[in-house]
């Protein structure tokens, strides 16, 4: 069923383009609905989407503000190489243009969303645990000399000796790690990280031994280690604490999609729009 949008007919044919670029995430997303509904919803969906296209449009069509000019060229010759050669030039660089205004309109819609709360950021973190599962995991720390054309497997093995006698006497590990290790990281520490992350032998010996515990020297194809095993964790929800940052850019996302969902919903109100 056609849809008149400010006067502009959307027909049936650009709302099943439009289901059918929808339909592999959507079948994937609502795979537990029951085949009739989910049709009837991504058919919905996709009616919305052609509206709220033309609504974008129209608004960039009034957008007089000109776009950068390396930004468009740079546009048009990726759109060339994407749809070859023999097309109408001009047609395409204006087809090009509409879709970076519909982009920035986009853009300053979603600016328009405020930071994030300290207490957003955590009630994202609380409803969509989901999204911040991690795998079993160590944190670890090690100290490393590299084998090299300056440094002979020999000489690399014989510092990793003397790192390791100063440990055994009682020497913080970090400490010995920042004098005798060629690692960047502070105290030699790795950071979290999950099975699969390191090279073969080093996954050997760290996943096998207890936190607290200090492995014997061994080698791998960057040189000899000494590794420190600082604590375990199973598979499950990583703390808040961990999880922070991310969830912080998360709820900052939401806004600003909320933001977007807005800008779109008054250009609706605005607009004219009849279904035949």
Not at 99 to 126: I, S
Not at 147 to 161: C, F, M
Request: hydrophobic content about 35%.
């Amino acid at each position: 069923m056609p849809i008149t949008v400010n006067g502009r007919t959307i027909d049936d044919e650009a709302i099943q383009a439009e289901a059918e670029r929808m339909r592999p995430e959507f079948e994937r997303t609502f795979t537990d609905e029951p085949e009739a509904e989910r049709e009837q919803r991504l058919q919905q969906w996709a009616r919305e989407n052609a509206v709220e296209r033309v609504l974008l449009e129209q608004a960039a069509r009034e957008d007089d503000e000109p776009l950068p000019e390396e930004q468009l060229e740079q546009a048009v010759e990726q759109a060339k190489r994407r749809v070859g050669d023999d097309v109408d030039e001009a047609q395409l660089r204006e087809d090009v243009a509409l879709n970076l205004k519909v982009g920035r309109l986009l853009e300053k819609a979603a600016a328009e969303a405020p930071e994030p709360t300290d207490e957003q950021v955590r009630a994202y973190y609380e409803e969509h645990q989901d999204e911040f599962h991690a795998p079993e995991r160590v944190h670890a720390a090690h100290i490393v000399r590299h084998v090299d054309p300056h440094t002979p497997p020999e000489v690399a093995e014989a510092k990793l000796r003397e790192a390791r006698k100063e440990l055994e006497a009682g020497k913080d590990f970090g400490e010995v790690a920042d004098t005798n290790s060629d690692c960047q990281d502070p105290g030699g520490d790795l950071g979290w990280f999950p099975r699969g992350h390191m090279v073969e032998e080093f996954e050997n010996t760290v996943w096998n031994m207890k936190p607290g515990e200090t492995s014997d020297i061994f080698a791998t194809r960057f040189g000899f280690h000494i590794v420190r095993m600082i604590e375990k964790r199973p598979a499950g929800v990583l703390p808040f604490e961990e999880a922070e940052e991310y969830a912080r850019q998360r709820a900052q996302q939401a806004l600003r999609d909320e933001a977007v969902e807005k800008h779109l919903d008054s250009l609706r109100q605005a607009a004219t729009v009849e279904e035949a």
